[in-house]
């Protein structure tokens, strides 16, 4: 049972309340003054006689002004809008005591350590979070904010400390502990051996290969050639590209991307070099092109391989000697720009099938990186998948999210042929449709791939071995295409040569014909 008490201020009126209470042996569990004017008593409930008899002692006490049953004290209210807050915030906040040991922690900072709040409360922070000696710092007892970089697992992430400190019944302060607060977004942080490293650091990786991928793009992107980016598509070439401007000396220029795939052959020109004054209506003073517009700094050309033939001619010559001429114009312009190239699958085969110039490729081709796909980067998965979960939760507003068991053995088994994207997409919706806080494997909706014909689904009595033998082998590089869309990498899957893999797709029309 909780009172409510008005009165007016007066020295010894809390006195004569308590006094009434023990005269009538009732067992006090709090106390709550206020400021404003108020006293708030919390005791166990009563017969309703004795209450009754109860209220009008309190009233008659001098200066107070009205006695009532309230539902809650201050302080529970309070609690109970600390707890909401905290629940809600969509980043790991955890509150530790002078000795490092967790007093409070959120949904969000449970799910980072995937353990349960109750279990965690008592622990040494330091026992669950790498990286950063937080007791240490503790010892210092600090007075100042601070920020440290602290892992979990095999994910980084930037934590703010703050200090607690309180005052005691004479003034003085007392340490009390802290509160660290995660930013949601986890870094990945490759070996730091150079100051371009930190350009690379968002992007996420414990993979061997993808490592190396990194390693070799923190030396080319001081390098002022031409740089082409092979992957598949959702692969991450853009976000290397961006990487390799910030980590150059051209990182504080313009980095302006071109999707050449999505520009008709008529419009690609005029974006890219710009046209004279009078060409067009709409712009009588005439248009700087996309090259011009990034002096000094880099140009993405994205999907170069959807580039017309006229184009690359075009863009041949400005790689060659870094001029060209706006339609219209006779007067040649000079820009220094870094072109970068980015190309679905391998750029050789386009020039094999005859739909790129030759000498146009070897003048992109000084430096490659190529993407592994994701499906080759099964370590990559959960940890990206990590990564999505928290970016989701914080663009929607809601507590982070766990998977299940079935959800990271769905998503370690899954192909992912739309690759990084794919996967940061499909969690987005997954968690954007969720009700509860975890994912479960029926929660994340994925495309199924193509059955694959057996056996059993040839009729041997109508068709002879060899067109059945031409049906399976159809139908598993139907199948296997959309995962390996390049010849090569087609071809080292199934342990066959280029030549011969080239020659299969175009007999069973898959994928896109080579030119005669």
């Not at 709090?30 to 209220?55: R, S, T, W, Y």
């Not at 490293?197 to 001081?222: N, P, W």
């Not at 001029?323 to 750029?347: H, K, N, P, Q, Y």
Request: aromatic share 6%; glycine share 8%.
């Amino acid at each position: 049972m909780r009172l409510e008490i008005t009165c007016q201020d007066r020295l010894g009126l809390c006195q004569e309340v308590l006094a009434i209470l023990r005269e009538n042996e009732i067992d006090l569990r709090g106390i709550e003054v206020d400021p404003i004017g108020k006293i708030f008593l919390n005791f166990p409930a009563m017969e309703f006689a004795d209450f009754q008899a109860l209220m009008p002692k309190i009233r008659r006490i001098p200066n107070v002004e009205d006695v009532k049953t309230t539902s809650y004290m201050p302080s529970e209210r309070e609690h109970y809008e600390f707890n909401l807050l905290l629940s809600t915030l969509p980043n790991p906040v955890i509150s530790v005591d002078a000795k490092g040991h967790i007093d409070v922690i959120n949904a969000a900072g449970a799910a980072l350590l995937t353990t349960d709040k109750n279990a965690l409360k008592g622990e040494l922070v330091d026992d669950w979070l790498g990286g950063f000696s937080i007791q240490r710092w503790l010892e210092r007892k600090p007075t100042e904010a601070d920020n440290a970089q602290v892992k979990c697992g095999r994910s980084s992430y930037y934590a703010n400390l703050f200090p607690i400190w309180l005052t005691d019944d004479e003034g003085e302060p007392i340490f009390a502990g802290a509160v660290i607060h995660c930013q949601s977004e986890p870094i990945a942080v490759p070996s730091l051996s150079s100051p371009t490293a930190a350009a690379f650091a968002g992007i996420l990786t414990q993979h061997t290969g993808m490592r190396k991928v990194l390693k070799d793009a923190e030396r080319m992107a001081s390098l002022d050639v031409p740089l082409l980016i092979e992957g598949e598509t959702g692969v991450g070439k853009e976000l290397l590209a961006r990487a390799c401007h910030k980590a150059s000396r051209r990182g504080d220029k313009p980095f302006l991307a071109v999707n050449c795939g999505a520009l008709p052959d008529n419009v690609a020109e005029s974006e890219l070099f710009g046209y004279g004054a009078s060409i067009f209506d709409n712009h009588p003073d005439g248009k700087k092109g996309i090259f011009e517009q990034a002096a000094g700094g880099v140009v993405l050309l994205d999907s170069v391989a959807d580039m017309s033939r006229e184009l690359q001619a075009k863009l041949l010559r400005f790689i060659q000697d870094g001029t060209f001429r706006r339609i219209g114009e006779e007067a040649e312009v000079t820009v220094d720009v870094r072109v970068i190239c980015s190309a679905r699958g391998a750029l050789i085969d386009r020039v094999e099938s005859g739909d790129f110039r030759e000498d146009l490729y070897y003048r992109l081709n000084v430096l490659n990186l190529m993407l592994p796909p994701l499906r080759e980067r099964r370590g990559d998965i959960l940890l990206l998948a990590g990564h999505f979960l928290q970016q989701a939760c914080q663009r929607l507003g809601r507590p982070l999210v766990g998977l299940s068991s079935g959800a990271r053995n769905l998503l370690n088994q899954y192909s992912w042929p739309g690759n990084i994207r794919q996967l940061e997409n499909t969690l987005f919706r997954a968690v954007s449709m969720l009700e509860g806080e975890q994912l479960e494997a029926s929660d994340i909706q994925l495309p199924e791939a193509p059955p694959l014909a057996s056996g059993i689904d040839i009729d041997l009595e109508q068709t002879s071995l060899e067109e059945a033998v031409k049906t399976f082998e159809a139908s598993l590089l139907r199948r296997l295409y959309p995962n390996y869309p390049s010849t090569r990498q087609l071809a080292r899957k199934l342990g066959l040569s280029h030549t011969a893999i080239a020659n299969k797709l175009r007999e069973y029309g898959i994928g896109k014909q080579r030119k005669s």
